[in-house]
């Protein structure tokens, strides 16, 4: 089955940007529907994003709308997290996750509903 490795984590400060890339390993990546989600310590993993197949169909966390923003590009078999004005509660590991099935909204967050995980990146951000 497919495999994910995120990158792109760092440590940043408060107000900066971060771009995260999850590459996958091949080509079935594009019948996968795609998410984020993130981990901060002493916390339980949380949903962030999530994109459709074909990137027709976003959503996002209130925590997150308006400031992250998840796109794919299935030519490269990679899913992004551009993630602007950052906050340090935005601190945490952050997981790609694959699902082959899609939906909308509760769906999408659901964690158990995705069955392929990659490893985590760490996000710090600094105040």
């Known amino acids: 089955q497919v495999q994910l490795v995120e990158s792109g984590g760092g440590l940043v400060q408060a107000g900066d940007s971060l771009r995260l890339s999850c590459a996958a390993s091949?080509?079935?990546?594009?019948?996968?529907?795609m998410g984020w989600f993130r981990q901060a310590p002493g916390k339980e993993r949380e949903f962030v994003a999530a994109?459709?197949?074909?990137?027709?169909?976003?959503y996002y966390a209130d925590s997150v709308k308006g400031r992250f923003t998840i796109s794919r590009e299935n030519a490269k078999n990679t899913v992004y997290l551009q993630m602007n004005s950052l906050k340090a509660e935005d601190t945490a590991v952050y997981y790609c996750?694959?699902?082959?099935?899609?939906?909308?909204?509760?769906?999408?967050?659901?964690?158990?509903?995705?069955?392929?995980w990659g490893q985590g990146t760490q996000v710090t951000v600094s105040s």
């Open positions: 091949d080509r079935t990546f594009s019948s996968y529907a």
């Open positions: 996750a694959a699902r082959n099935t899609w939906g909308t909204m509760p769906t999408m967050s659901r964690q158990y509903e995705y069955s392929i």
């Open positions: 994109i459709t197949q074909w990137g027709g169909s976003t």
